[in-house]
């Protein structure tokens, strides 16, 4: 723990001497990443994930930090090994959109992405393209990752939720681009767990109905990973320091 961050327990104790202790599985949420591979590694690293524990990943793996090849490179062999469930964010959807045509590149190289994320995949060229990129990271981009998931009592996705809609009604755009905080809880009743809002503050942004976890990892704050069931979290930065604490316990309101 970093000094002067001071965990507010107001669950029963998870870890003992830096091991996770618990028999049961866990439910792992880690809030964008873009591009930051040191923080990733730290902070999985920190976590300790069982082949037991659910790993979701929130989107935004690409864009904006030096290193989007390579935290799709380590989410892949995360893959193999654990149980990750990958859900797609807006700068996997421009990615993708890019290989249509000139002007998605340039929307994509707008909004944060393009020449710093393909730089990552061939650091020697002056101009890398999407050429760059192996099949591998397409099939995962295309094929692995998810719109969102569904769990008994929360709901993970990018973005956000139309509250008054059921999940499989819910708009794709919505899903990666909504930001945060919603209009009101979900109408699954469900807590909906999210990123793609920064929190400038550094720590998750907790409603009795919903919690954003992206804490500005790109932009010299911490990656975030969440138990949401004890709610318990661990945070990373490039730097690779770590730190941890617990959610306020909320009465719900609504």
Known sequence: MCEGYHARRRYGPSRIGGRHVS?????????????CSRALDALLAAVAPTANDVIITLGDYVDRGLDSA????????????????????????????????????????ACGGGEVALMSYDPSLDSPTLACVPAA??????????????SEAHVFVHGGLEPGLPLAAQQPHV????????AGPHV???????????????????LPHAIC??????????????????????????????????????????
């Open 70 to 109: 390579g935290v799709i490179d380590r989410l892949i062999r995360l893959a193999s090994t654990h149980q990750l469930v990958a859900l797609r964010g807006n700068h996997e959807e421009m990615m993708l959109d890019a290989r249509r045509g000139d002007a998605e590149m340039m929307m994509w190289c």
């Open 188 to 206: 699954s009743g469900k807590t909906v767990v999210c990123g793609h809002t920064p929190q400038v503050s550094g720590v998750p942004h907790v």
């Open 175 to 182: 899903l990666r681009w909504q930001v945060f905080p919603p």
């Open 213 to 254: 976890i992206d804490t500005a990892a790109c932009n010299g704050g911490w990656l975030t990973g969440l138990d949401v069931t004890s709610g318990h979290y661990w945070q990373a930065n490039e730097r690779g320091q770590v730190r941890e604490s617990v959610l306020p316990a909320l009465k719900r309101r609504w």
């Open 23 to 35: 028999n049961h599985p866990r439910t792992l949420a880690i809030g964008d990443i873009h591009g």
């Open 137 to 150: 990271h397409w099939d995962f981009l295309d094929r692995f990752c998810r719109e969102y998931h569904e």
